[in-house]
């Protein structure tokens, strides 16, 4: 079956399903044309990844057992006691809810430092009040800026010394231009897929799928 039946059957996004394919969760095979065809056992692949998605469980670990690095049993086992942590974090956020509550009539009058300095006490604990989504948003990107980075400074140390001997010795202007364009290509190729990225984990496919 194609992409578009396959997202109707398993009540998964075609950009969802792409995702999965790209992380190496699900591995269709090919037509004569070229196309993804999604047998019975791709759908089956797909429903366990929306149950483990929907109760939160991560893309690394889904591949982990998967590839049979980690069973499913110790998944759950890891999983529940990160959602027991997670309780007792929301438990301690609704208490301090519930104390702006009762004790503060208005913003205006909101004793912010107070709360803020419990609030410091409890995360030097262990608890967490920030948006962990976010923070992990901010780990994802380390890779690609590193990688882009690594490559544009590549692509400089050959424009410099080439750009410095135009200076010393000039050759003619056409050759100078054709030797720099490949290196100027491929920064710009970098830069355009590092925005695409960016755009990926910020708001397209991985936000997506984090859905499921």
């Known amino acids: 079956m194609r992409i578009n039946q ?3 059957l398993a009540g998964i996004t075609k950009k969802n399903i792409r995702f999965y394919e790209e992380q190496g969760l699900l591995h269709p095979s090919r037509g004569e044309n070229g196309y993804r065809e999604y047998s019975e056992a791709d759908l089956d692949t797909l429903s366990k990844i929306k149950l483990l998605r929907k109760l939160s469980v991560p893309i690394d670990e889904i591949r982990n057992i998967q590839e049979r690095r980690l069973s499913l049993p ?23 809810c519930r104390e702006i509550q009762e004790k503060e009539s208005s913003l205006s009058s909101l004793s912010a430092a107070v709360y803020l300095e419990e609030m410091t006490r409890l995360e030097e604990g262990g608890t967490r009040f920030m948006d ?25 140390a050959l424009l410099v010394p080439v750009v410095i001997a135009q200076f010393l010795y000039p050759m003619p202007m056409i050759l100078f231009l054709l030797i ?20 990926e984990i910020e708001g397209g496919e991985e936000y997506e799928a984090s859905k499921y």
Do not use: W
């Not at 942590?85 to 438990?91: R, T, Y």
């Not at 989504?133 to 590549?154: C, E, F, N, Q, W």
């Not at 490949?182 to 960016?198: C, D, E, S, W, Y």
């Open 132 to 156: 962990i989504g976010k923070r992990d948003t901010k780990k994802k990107k380390y890779g690609p800026v590193i990688a882009s980075a690594v490559m544009i400074l590549l692509m400089l």
């Open 180 to 199: 720099i364009f490949l290196p100027l290509t491929v920064i710009t190729g970098v830069l355009l897929a590092l925005r695409q990225r960016f755009k």
């Open 6 to 8: 396959a997202e109707q």
């Open 74 to 96: 110790d998944c759950m086992e890891r999983h529940m006691i990160f959602l027991s942590h997670e309780e007792k974090n929301i438990a301690l956020v609704k208490e301090i």
